[in-house]
């Protein structure tokens, strides 16, 4: 596909964030760094670009994430119907406002008006969420959350004997430290470790290498089938693939909406949230030796066989969008 990259990388969004406003209020935690980060550093200077790109794409359908403000003002200058897509689970609606409420004046600046989206795709399945958090709106199409793959077989992986855990921090932490105490301490409780990382990253004790192995970057539908458990930041990338698999957790949050996905998932029952990655080793034990664990990860997979996959949330989305104009304004 073709992608039009306008305005700074997010690290240097992330980086300008924390300039602004000092401390650790850079975006990557919820709070007055996230709603300055999504909804004034990534659109200053670039708005009018990236209409620009858009206008000559001549879409029919803008689709954006739930905390992203350039989709919805690109949708309102185009005249054209938006779609949001969920990253997460539900977020605080005083952020999400907050963080609309801060791109106003890039709306007034082109005198046009945020509209409502016409559908909201979900792939955070009701299964992990309060009777209160839960969303029975109409426009609401639920996605049934499937584990990245790709084409092409790859480097073979270990299998190792005896119980596995996968180890991976995603896409959005990068902590070595951090990394490296996880590993140790998981391997130090006899279980054999895949960690997403480089080959010779890890600076790992010699009495336990012979149970951690370096894999690299493998696609979760690849890495996840074979372990036993998931240990990761609780990103929800890996929180959802791990549970479209039935595999149980342990989960040691970082950033942005991981605390929230740990805790969910740690009240279902299908994972164990820890504050220091030196109880991992603890963690993944009891995880693996409680198949109350396993048998609640296996059932939410079975639950979310149910919903709607890609391609036909797709369809049902397109659809909804054919001969829809921009939607009443909000």
Same mark, same amino acid.
């Given at each position: 596909?073709?992608?039009?990259?306008?305005?700074?990388?997010?690290?240097?969004?992330?980086?300008?964030?924390?300039?602004?406003?000092?401390?650790?209020?850079?975006?990557?935690?919820?709070?007055?760094?996230?709603?300055?980060?999504?909804?004034?550093?990534?659109?200053?200077?670039?708005?009018?670009?990236?209409?620009?790109?858009?206008?000559?794409?001549?879409?029919?359908?803008?689709?954006?994430?739930?905390?992203?403000?350039?989709?919805?003002?690109?949708?309102?200058?185009?005249?054209?119907?938006?779609?949001?897509?969920?990253?997460?689970?539900?977020?605080?609606?005083?952020?999400?406002?907050?963080?609309?409420?801060?791109?106003?004046?890039?709306?007034?600046?082109?005198?046009? #008006?945020?509209?409502?989206?016409?559908?909201?795709?979900?792939?955070?399945?009701?299964?992990?969420?309060?009777?209160?958090?839960?969303?029975?709106?109409?426009?609401?199409?639920?996605?049934?959350?499937?584990?990245?793959?790709?084409?092409?077989?790859?480097?073979?992986?270990?299998?190792?004997?005896?119980?596995?855990?996968?180890?991976?921090?995603?896409?959005?932490?990068?902590?070595?430290?951090?990394?490296?105490?996880?590993?140790?301490?998981?391997?130090?409780?006899?279980?054999?470790?895949? #960690?997403?990382?480089?080959?010779?990253?890890?600076?790992?004790?010699?009495?336990?290498?012979?149970?951690?192995?370096?894999?690299?970057?493998?696609?979760?539908?690849?890495?996840?089938?074979?372990?036993?458990?998931?240990?990761?930041?609780?990103?929800?990338?890996?929180?959802?693939?791990?549970? #479209?698999?039935?595999?149980p957790q342990v989960i040691r949050p970082?950033?942005?909406?991981?605390?929230?996905?740990?805790?969910? #998932?740690?009240?279902?029952?299908?994972?164990?949230?820890?504050?220091?990655?030196?109880?991992?080793?603890?963690?993944?034990?009891?995880?693996?030796?409680?198949?109350?664990?396993?048998?609640?990860?296996?059932?939410?997979?079975?639950?979310?066989?149910?919903?709607?996959?890609?391609?036909?949330?797709?369809?049902?989305?397109?659809?909804?969008?054919?001969?829809t104009s921009a939607a009443t304004p909000?």
């Amino acid at each position: 596909m073709d992608v039009f990259e306008v305005g700074p990388s997010i690290l240097e969004a992330i980086a300008e964030t924390g300039r602004r406003l000092g401390g650790d209020q850079d975006g990557t935690k919820p709070g007055p760094g996230a709603v300055e980060l999504f909804g004034a550093v990534r659109l200053d200077g670039v708005v009018d670009e990236a209409v620009e790109v858009a206008r000559r794409f001549a879409p029919d359908l803008v689709v954006h994430d739930t905390v992203d403000a350039m989709g919805p003002l690109i949708a309102a200058v185009l005249g054209v119907p938006r779609a949001e897509h969920r990253i997460t689970g539900p977020m605080p609606k005083e952020l999400l406002q907050a963080i609309a409420d801060r791109a106003n004046g890039e709306y007034s600046e082109r005198n046009v #008006a945020r509209s409502a989206p016409i559908a909201v795709v979900d792939p955070y399945p009701d299964v992990l969420l309060t009777e209160a958090e839960r969303d029975d709106a109409p426009g609401r199409l639920p996605l049934r959350p499937e584990p990245h793959s790709t084409s092409g077989g790859g480097r073979p992986l270990p299998e190792p004997d005896g119980p596995v855990a996968a180890v991976t921090l995603g896409t959005s932490v990068q902590d070595t430290a951090a990394m490296e105490s996880l590993v140790h301490s998981i391997a130090s409780s006899g279980v054999s470790v895949l #960690a997403t990382v480089e080959p010779g990253v890890l600076d790992v004790d010699r009495s336990v290498r012979h149970m951690v192995h370096e894999v690299g970057f493998v696609p979760l539908a690849r890495l996840l089938p074979g372990v036993d458990v998931v240990v990761s930041a609780g990103g929800s990338g890996t929180l959802l693939a791990a549970l #479209a698999l039935g595999k149980p957790q342990v989960i040691r949050p970082f950033i942005a909406d991981q605390p929230w996905n740990a805790r969910r #998932a740690a009240d279902r029952g299908v994972a164990l949230e820890i504050e220091d990655p030196s109880s991992a080793g603890t963690a993944v034990r009891r995880v693996i030796d409680d198949p109350s664990y396993s048998r609640k990860a296996e059932a939410i997979a079975r639950e979310m066989t149910n919903l709607d996959d890609a391609d036909q949330v797709l369809k049902n989305l397109l659809a909804r969008s054919a001969g829809t104009s921009a939607a009443t304004p909000m």
